[in-house]
Structure formats: C-alpha cells, structure tokens
C-alpha cells in the first residue's frame, strides 16, 4: 500500500475536513475532463492564438466566455458555436475547420479512470457534473463503461447550468437531495472548485487519476493509494 500525503492536492492548499473518514460525506461527484478524461484541445488553440496567453489564460477566456457559456448551456448551435468563438477569439480558421477539430477534444478516458470510479464504495452515490456540449457528449456518451460508472450524469448543456455557477451546484444537490456538506467534488479547474466551496460542498482540485485517488484518500471515500502519487510542492499557508 503507498501512503498518501492526505492534506494537500494539486493547488497546494490543505483543507481542514480532509484526511479524515467524513461520515457526512455521501456523494462524490466527478468533474470529467482533465479529471477522468485527457486534455485536449488547448495546444491546438494556443497554437491558433500564437501563443499569446498561457494555458491558465485561455481556461479563464473559455470558462467566463458568454459564447462558450452558451452553447454549453444549450442556447447555441454548433455551427453558431463555431463562428461566434472565432470572432470573440480571433482564430485564423473557418467555421468547419474549428469543429473538425473539436470533435477529437477531451474524448480519451485517462487510464485506469473507470478502475479508480470502481473502487469508490457503493455506500457512495457516484455522479459527474462537467461543462459540455453535444460535440463532446455524444463521443462521451458511447462509452459505456463510463456511462455505467455512475448513477447520475450531469452534463451543462442538458441541465442549462454551468459552473462555476452557483446554481450549476444547487441544481446537483436538489436533484440528489442531498446536502451540499454531504458532496465531494472533484475538479481540475479552481474556479468551480470555489464555486463548489462557495455554497459548502467539500471540493478538491486535481487532474488526473493519482491526484483524484489522492484526494479520494484524504477525504476517507477509499482506504489506500495504489498509484504513484505525483510530487506537490508544499505552500506556506501561515501568510
């Protein structure tokens, strides 16, 4: 068995209900991509801005986008989807192009995803809460075994709420009927991450299956690590 550090997770901040066997906990709800799903994409659209933002940048542009928001939220076409981010992104590519390559983004579940969902016990109920779209879902969607890991999916633009929005997390815990204390949420990016502690839900931020086991770890939903954890440098939070 390795030994988790159990107090800290990839934004480097220890969190007080961590680390320790949370019997309040009953639901563990799933971001998908970056947490379970590879990254994909952000080269591409760094590489048709010319690099002129860093990769913490453009999720900033794409998470506060209206365009981006609407669309997965179900408001906008494909189509209307495309020619609207080119314009607000200034991407030197046409509509068709765009879509093309989006279709092959965030598709491929990280090895031993489904494995680690397996080992959440069944005491847990086991849901997914990720901003999509019917590009990325559809894809999503044929995975069966991924499909089937879980008892709820919530996917942004079939629910018409998206994080980090406030309401995207009621929405999880009215459908669930469960407490906001009583969820842990997994999530690579620190804006839903706060937006999830924001109305009480216990939240982590990490990216990809060892600091998911990880944080899993921390807050006693499984019992041991057996995956090389990933090196995190330790932040001074006395200042």
Known sequence: MMVCQPNSFSDGLSYPNSGMND????????DVGVVLVEPSGVATMLAWMDNRVSTEE??????????VRSF????LSAEDFADRIIADFGLPVLGSEFLREMTRWSVTLFPGAIELIERVPLRYLRATLCNTNPIHWSYLAQNERLINAFEHHFASHLIGKIKPDEEAFRHVT???????????????????????????????????????????????????????QPLVKQRDCTH
Request: charged share 20%; glycine share 8%; net charge negative.
């Open 58 to 67: 453009l999720w900033k542009m794409w998470l506060t986008s209206p365009t």
């Open 72 to 75: 997965e939220t179900g408001k």
């Open 174 to 228: 009215d459908a669930l009927g469960c407490k906001p204390e009583e969820v842990l949420f997994l999530d690579d990016n620190q804006l839903n991450v706060l937006g999830a502690r924001t109305i009480g839900m216990n939240a982590a931020q990490v990216k990809g299956i060892p600091e998911a086991e990880r944080a899993l770890a921390a807050f006693g939903v499984i019992t041991e690590c057996r995956l090389p």
């Open 23 to 30: 019997t309040s906990i009953s639901v563990v709800l799933f």
